[in-house]
């Protein structure tokens, strides 16, 4: 890997790329590195390459001359590597539907010579509703100083206020006079409702105003309240933000907020939702995410599929590096790949029984993308095949323990949101009962406390018909955070 | 096609997880690949086979405990037939198997000898002893004298006193 790359790399380009491919990814990459737009040395260094490799590559007989010096481009190693495992080695020839699991991890190959993480380009869109008075506005303040104060030279932090309008504070500058932007953090009053899509809003453009494609781009919004109207409003804008490469977050705090729409807002992103449900906690949770902000090796990692012909994806989630649920479409935004935490995905695909000739059944086929900040050169999207041979004779099969373990969780998880469908459709009994065969699966796991809130609001239910507030979020994040890797460690 | 061997719900074949209840369906792969025809559940054509499901909630070799929900405590049961449930009283020469009393059975009217849980044919049943306050499974009123099989996750009200019922196979014991 000491060696210069090829030519092809150097482009991001693939072998069989096509002259007009060439041409463009020579101009994008000239555009960026060219010495009338950059002062480094590095990148006019890499601007000399990229000419030469562009000069080689787009004529034909020197293209040609060229490739007979490379290695087989098996022996090629990618920047990402990518590992499956599923649920089942083959799927038996059946006049029924059937499941199959797929665990797929996409892990950073990162040499000695790995440069630091990407800076941060980050809006903080802060409620400052009334309801956020008192000791919610406190801690607050006191982190969004704290991060301040660790801000690397080349991050940059903006913070926007909000409630039934938007106000920027901090705008986005680098880090420059830290005790006026402290007092102007002190200053922050609450007062108003709570919108969130003005706030949100003004953060996006914050983060536009700095938008640089080899920063981590990202949005964290806190909000303590329900938003109303405006949901699709915000909903519209993340798809804009996933777009040009911004990654939106978002922290809960207390039981007002509507999760179903921070969630889904988080997650058109790639971006996490984080439920708070102590003001105390705000900090540890705020600091938490910074710091997986500040381990970002490769970004916006993006699966773009099509399913194959009889195959349905059921249930797609995030295992790692955050958990969270993703929408069951393409393009899947996937988020970052840290330096120390690969990113895993799982998936759940119902499979229509397979015509008579099929050997082989497809259940996804696409590309995974992703940008390696601090590779100035695009990286290779990595093809991505799911499939399953067919055979004709059913043998017991013993999926792989990683997959059995995460869907041992995940199965949780999903009894939750079975039961808060129940209760939805009014079905209050069935709710209950859900809840307390989820409550003896959690003491089975050893969580009595999750355990004992089930119990709590199985009875809550048959009595008042829904779900506490409290309760109701408890359980959600509660459960899903049992899929947080490591978890075990991290019990008390 | 699968069916559940705790609540007999049908799954696709290849889950491996019951959507209904969240039972395990597989085996999963123990470094010591020792058989384990307890918790296998075979796939489409096995289960023609045998078409029998799995009886529910058997406790032949499983170990009974009692989760009082209140105080978040487990009280693992000795193996035995029988137990009767209630509480000690003053001056009464009444002893029943399990003494209520420290989990405020007083308060939440439990009789003192309340109700009596026992093994039936490897099943766990509770019969309710003509108790004021009642007993009731699952939120049903229970007919005093007659027995009523229970599965692993029931919640049983003794009076006000909320316990579940919790099944665990020997092997997670050890």
Known sequence: MSKKPDYYTLLGLRRDASPEEIRQAYFRAARRL???????????????????????????????????????????????????????????????PQLVYALIEYSATIDSSAPPAPPLNLCLVLDRSTSMQGQNMDVVKATAIQLLRRLRQSD??????????????????????????????????????????????????????????????????????????????????????????????????????????????????????????????????????????????????????????????????????????????????????????????????????????TENVCLLEGEFKVSISSQPIPVHSVPVRLSRSVVDSARLQTPPGEILKALSHLSLYRLQEQARMEVAAGEYTQASQRLQRLATHLLEQGERGLARTALLEAEHIQSQKKFTREGEKHIKYGTRDLLLPGQEENQP | MIICPNCQHKEISGALFCSQCGAQLVAAASPNSQKDPMTKISSHTKQKTNPKPAPPAEAGGARISLHLVESGQILPLAVRKEFSLGRVAKGQPIMPDIDLTPYKAYENGVSRLHAMLKLVNNQVAIMDLGSSNGTYVNGNRLVPNAVHLLNHGDMIHLGKLKIQILFSPDDKLN
């Open chain 1, 156 to 357: 940059t932090l903006s913070v926007v206020t909000f409630s039934d309008r938007a106000e920027t504070i901090i705008p986005a500058t680098s880090n420059v006079e830290l005790k006026k932007l402290e007092a102007r953090i002190q200053m922050l009053q609450t007062s108003g409702g709570t919108e969130i899509f003005q706030g949100l809003e003004t953060g996006y453009h914050e983060v536009r105003r700095d938008l640089k494609k080899s920063h981590v781009n990202h949005i964290i919004l806190l909000t303590d309240g329900h938003t109303y109207g405006d949901e699709e409003q915000c909903l519209e804008l993340a798809k804009d933000a996933a777009e040009a490469g911004i990654g939106i977050s978002g922290l809960g705090i207390g039981v007002e907020w509507n999760d179903d729409f921070l969630d889904k807002l988080a997650s058109l992103t790639g971006g996490s939702s984080l439920y708070v449900s102590r003001p105390q906690d705000i900090q540890h949770i705020l600091i938490e995410k910074f710091n997986k902000l500040w381990q970002v090796y490769a970004k916006e990692s993006t699966l773009e599929f099509k399913l194959g012909e009889g195959a349905d994806l059921r249930y797609a989630f995030r295992l790692q590096p955050e958990v969270g649920l993703l929408p069951v479409e393409s393009p899947l935004r996937l988020g970052p790949i840290l330096k120390d935490m690969d990113l895993k995905i799982l998936m759940e695909f119902m499979v229509q029984p397979p015509s008579r000739h």
């Open chain 1, 34 to 96: 060219h010495p009338d737009k950059t002062n480094s040395v590095e990148d006019t260094e890499r601007f000399l390459e990229v000419q030469e490799a562009y000069d080689v590559l787009f004529n034909p007989k020197k293209r040609a001359k060229y490739n007979a010096t490379l290695p087989p481009e098996k022996t090629e190693r990618g920047l990402i590597q990518q590992k499956v495992l599923y649920s089942r080695q083959n799927v038996p020839r059946m006049k029924e």
